[in-house]
């Protein structure tokens, strides 16, 4: 049992360039959701979805879209990176939407847009 | 607007109790407060959960106030692995999880 898996660990981009970061988990959990954090701050909540095929904004969706085909899957797509997308960016999931069971988070995935 | 306020940095000593504060003071009757830590930057990791009683698991104990205006958390014997930043964060019941967590308190637990 694997839990949220994150890839890839790291990753180095040019502006304008795009690029996928994927995010699994093999708990079939309902929710999943990405979030950023810049150093220094706290956890920022860019997109979630509350299962298949279901997915909306958080607090920083700009620059950044997502898909849920899956149960399992929940990539995060940059269209054209920018220098402010420089960041760490966590997927995290949950059995349900409910306020009962907490968020399971993966290790993350250190960007960098030069 | 921060819904949780927390001092951004503590230190406690090794074997002693490591008391955390949160205020919430504008949380709402549906909302539960959440506290996850987050080590050497990996992924955060959940702690404990509450919405008004009392709650304890084998990493802490979550004390609310009865107004729900604050929260403390307690590490009870605190050890070197306990060193991280903490996040005190608000989960409303009934809709899609939107956890939005502040800057965290970065505690320090001192040989």
């Known amino acids: 049992n694997a839990g949220v898996t994150q890839t890839p660990k790291f990753q180095v981009l040019k502006t304008g360039q795009s690029m996928t970061l994927q995010c699994a988990q093999d708990?079939?959990?309902?929710?999943m959701s990405w979030y950023r954090q810049d150093p220094g701050m706290g956890l920022r909540l860019i997109h979630y979805s509350v299962g298949a095929g279901i997915t909306d904004q958080g607090e920083v969706p700009n620059g950044y879209n997502v898909s849920r085909s899956t149960t399992e899957d929940f990539p995060l797509r940059l269209l054209s990176a920018a220098p402010s997308q420089t960041s760490v960016y966590f997927c995290a999931s949950s059995p349900g939407t409910g306020t009962l069971v907490p968020l399971h988070f993966g290790n993350g995935t250190r960007l960098t847009v030069t | 607007d921060a819904k949780t306020t927390q001092p951004p940095s503590m230190d406690c000593a090794e074997g002693r109790a490591a008391n955390l504060p949160c205020n919430h003071s504008?949380?709402?009757?549906?909302?539960?407060v959440y506290w996850y830590r987050q080590i050497h930057s990996q992924g955060p990791q959940y702690i404990i959960h509450g919405l008004k009683n009392n709650e304890t698991n084998e990493m802490a104990s979550l004390i609310i106030t009865e107004d729900r205006k604050s929260s403390t958390l307690i590490l009870p014997h605190a050890t070197l692995r306990d060193t991280a930043v903490y996040y005190c964060?608000?989960?409303?019941?009934?809709?899609?999880?939107?956890?939005?967590f502040g800057s965290g308190t970065q505690l320090t637990v001192l040989p």
């Open positions: 964060t608000l989960t409303p019941s009934g809709s899609a999880r939107q956890l939005t």
């Open positions: 504008t949380i709402s009757g549906n909302e539960y």
């Open positions: 708990m079939n959990h309902e929710y």
